[in-house]
């Protein structure tokens, strides 16, 4: 059981760590997420031996007291500081490794609460969805031969559907990329691309136009990486790419086709700043690279 794993276990409620750890004693299980569900049986979507994750229930339930209980402490104590990513539904909750501060993004879902039709915050919370970032080393190097082969001269969007591991392909690229002695700024706005002491910029919890803009100012990147980019990380794309930085960023379709149909993808697209569009998907029994089915397509 690694270290992230054994923090968070830390701050569950006994009868649910209890479990969690006993489920994740082999050594071939990968723990990627751990739900709780008041008045449900809590669960993890794990992967053994490097096969495709699986959702798997635990043999205790969880109250809503269990729930607004690991809430609060997930919170630090302090939901008020939480309030801008509880607007968004989640929180950032960091745990202390051998190799530093690790990040990690808790998925929350409750009762909004509203002013004149906005979101400004979430409370009284149901069900929690911890996700357990984890190493998975050549994860990233088809990405990084792409770029290599085109001199980093132009954008990629990563595409598959939730749950391929496109945040674990663009992590390990980032330290990849910085092993290679490449500058690499990544716009991790939900805090879930860095990687304690590997060499690279982290802007953490920008927005990702924001992030784009903020890193090719003032970081003097060679590549800049972002996770889930949208329609409205257009402009701030081309921007850099104008500057001679190519955004690689991680996109929901599950083909080609679906891709390019989409219309945030087409608005990225006609920007010029994604000449290559990479496809995922993840296939039992591989390890890094070969973890995934690939598709790279010009576009």
Same mark, same amino acid.
């Given at each position: ?142 990405? $990084?031969?792409? /770029?290599? =082969?085109?001199? +980093?001269?132009?954008? !990629? #969007? ?6 391929? *591991? ?23 706005? $939900?805090?879930? /691309?860095? =990687?304690?002491? +590997?060499?690279?910029? !982290? #802007? ?6 924001? *992030? ?35 955004? !690689? ?51």
């Amino acid at each position: 059981m690694d270290d992230v794993l054994r923090a968070i276990c830390d701050v569950l409620p006994t009868a649910v760590s209890d479990r969690v750890q006993k489920f994740a004693s082999d050594d071939d299980v990968c723990v990627e997420e751990i739900r709780l569900i008041a008045g449900c049986r809590a669960s993890v979507v794990a992967s053994r031996s490097g096969g495709r994750p699986k959702r798997t229930e635990l043999s205790v339930k969880t109250s809503a007291e269990d729930v607004a209980s690991s809430f609060f402490t997930l919170c630090g104590g302090s939901v008020y500081s939480h309030a801008d990513t509880l607007r968004e539904c989640y929180i950032v909750y960091t745990v202390k490794t051998s190799s530093g501060e690790q990040k990690l993004r808790v998925g929350v879902c409750g009762q909004a609460v509203t002013e004149n039709g906005c979101v400004v915050g979430l409370r009284d919370p149901t069900s929690l969805n911890i996700r357990l970032p984890h190493r998975e080393p050549g994860a990233g190097d088809v990405m $990084r031969d792409i /770029l290599r =082969v085109s001199s +980093y001269s132009g954008g !990629i #969007l990563l595409y598959s559907k939730p749950g391929e *591991g496109k945040t674990t392909v663009l992590r390990e690229l980032c330290v990849s990329l910085a092993a290679d002695g490449v500058r690499v700024c990544a716009v991790d706005t $939900r805090c879930e /691309l860095a =990687v304690a002491g +590997y060499g690279y910029d !982290i #802007l953490a919890g920008f927005p990702r136009a924001a *992030g784009i803009e903020a890193a090719a100012r003032v970081m003097n990147p060679q590549v800049i990486v972002c996770d889930e980019i949208g329609a409205s990380d257009a402009e701030a794309a081309a921007a850099a790419q104008c500057n001679g930085v190519p955004v !690689i960023a991680s996109i929901h379709a599950g083909s080609f086709a679906e891709l390019m149909r989409k219309p945030a993808a087409q608005k990225l697209i006609s920007t010029g700043a994604f000449a290559s569009a990479v496809g995922i998907r993840r296939i039992a029994g591989g390890c890094g690279a070969k973890s995934y089915e690939w598709t790279v397509d010009s576009i």
